[in-house]
């Protein structure tokens, strides 16, 4: 949910230009890592006690926790989705970044769902992961990248984020819009 979400950020580059655009979501993961910490933590409710905090904090804890992995920071997710899209806002052209976070924001929210639900053939190189999300992810990827390249470099640079995207161990939220932005830069110059 968050990734589909995250599309919006690209709004936040289009408005506010990508200088910009890459503080206000630097600002926006540190304001996650300490809603994060706190939710961790929960010092404020043990110092106010307040009756009607706590309910609305309950109620947000329960909708949070029902998304978070377990043994994960909390929000996670959101924290690293936003520092991909700081970095390749911060470090690319505007144009290379929305695509990229673009890329991060629906190929992973389309793979994971499919998944979820329709994965039964698990990745020899990643045991988390699945032919047939994978196989979303490509697909999603190449339509998305149409927008911004010609259809040999949309499925080159599709190809080469999939294969990036199904490593173990690596965080997707930063090797999948770093590596895009890096592979659409390759192509565009070519």
Request: a positive charge; charged letters at 15%; hydrophobic letters at 55%.
């Amino acid at each position: 949910m968050v990734h589909a979400l995250g599309v919006f950020s690209v709004l936040i580059i289009l408005i506010f230009d990508r200088f910009l655009g890459a503080l206000i979501m630097l600002f926006i993961a540190i304001g996650l890592i300490l809603f994060g910490e706190y939710r961790k933590n929960k010092l404020l409710t043990k110092i106010l006690r307040i009756g009607p905090v706590k309910e609305i904090e309950d109620v947000i804890d329960n909708e949070i926790k029902s998304y978070e992995r377990l043994k994960e920071i909390p929000l996670n997710g959101a924290v690293m989705f936003f520092l991909g899209a700081f970095l390749v806002t911060a470090a690319f052209e505007a144009r290379v970044a929305i695509a990229s976070i673009a890329v991060l924001a629906l190929a992973d929210s389309i793979s994971t769902l499919v998944g979820y639900y329709f994965g039964k053939h698990k990745l020899s190189i990643n045991k988390k992961k699945t032919w047939e999300g994978s196989s979303a992810f490509f697909i999603t990827a190449f339509f998305v990248l149409l927008f911004f390249v010609d259809p040999f470099k949309s499925l080159l640079t599709g190809l080469l984020v999939t294969l990036v995207e199904m490593m173990p161990k690596i965080n997707d939220n930063i090797s999948v819009p770093f590596s895009t932005a890096i592979f659409l830069t390759l192509m565009i110059t070519i």
